[in-house]
């Protein structure tokens, strides 16, 4: 069955603490993942695409990675303004995308 | 340059009501899909139009049904509503198969009562 699996569910950090965030994933055929950000009561904000293994983007203070069967986000120095929720999506032979329970970051000052 | 308009925003029905969401894709997205949020989950996907047509469906049942228009707009249109039915409702517009993205819109939350 495809699954998408984030972890960990909620991640504390104190300002400039650096951490990554992890998504794995198990489908067939992925023709690409998803990185979104989501804050309460908002849609998901797009990130990243990625869609072979091997491959790295960057955006600020964010860094995602591929491999064949995971994922991570990488945050280099948070600042509290980039506390929310990012949720990790696949695109495989269908066109849906299958998201993962996302993880939940908080970033104090 | 708009990005995904949904509407309304915010919206309460009573058990057993139906419900009409709303949504303009983004400016050169022909390619509509729904999404439901339940709280601290993640979207679950519910269909996709594309050429005024459903082209695939997630496990939802038929109370739930859509359509999309000429101008690529779209309604999601949910009967008999139950009180599961409460979540964020998220539409997403891409370009084609998706492969390069979806745009989503902030979303109508529903709560039945």
């Known amino acids: 069955e495809d699954q998408v699996t984030q972890s960990p569910e909620a991640l504390r950090l104190q300002e400039g603490e650096s951490s990554s965030l992890n998504c794995s994933y198990t489908?067939?055929?992925?023709?690409?993942l998803f990185w979104y950000r989501q804050d309460p009561g908002k849609g998901p904000e797009f990130l990243f695409t990625?869609?072979?293994a091997g491959e790295e983007k960057e955006k600020e203070r964010l860094k995602a990675t591929l491999t064949k069967k995971e994922s991570f986000l990488h945050i280099t120095a948070p600042k509290p303004e980039d506390s929310a929720t990012y949720l990790c999506?696949?695109?495989?032979?269908?066109?849906?995308?299958?998201f993962g329970t996302g993880t939940r970051l908080q970033v104090f000052p | 340059d708009a990005g995904v308009t949904q509407s309304p925003t915010h919206l309460i029905k009573t058990r057993g009501q139906q419900v009409t969401l709303r949504c303009s894709p983004k400016s050169g997205h022909d390619t509509v899909s729904w999404y439901q949020q339940a709280l601290g989950q993640g979207p679950q996907f519910i269909f996709q139009?594309?050429?005024?047509?459903?082209?695939q469906r997630g496990n939802f049942p038929d109370r739930f049904s859509g359509h999309q228009f000429p101008n690529y707009s779209s309604e999601l249109n949910v009967n008999a509503l139950l009180l599961g039915d409460s979540a964020l409702y998220l539409c997403?517009?891409?370009?084609?198969?998706?492969?390069?993205?979806?745009?989503f819109g902030s979303g109508t939350r529903l709560t039945v009562v």
């Open positions: 139009y594309y050429e005024e047509e459903e082209r």
């Open positions: 997403a517009s891409s370009e084609g198969q998706g492969v390069n993205g979806y745009t």
């Open positions: 999506a696949v695109i495989h032979n269908t066109d849906k995308l299958i």
């Open positions: 489908v067939s055929g992925l023709r690409g």
């Open positions: 990625l869609y072979s």
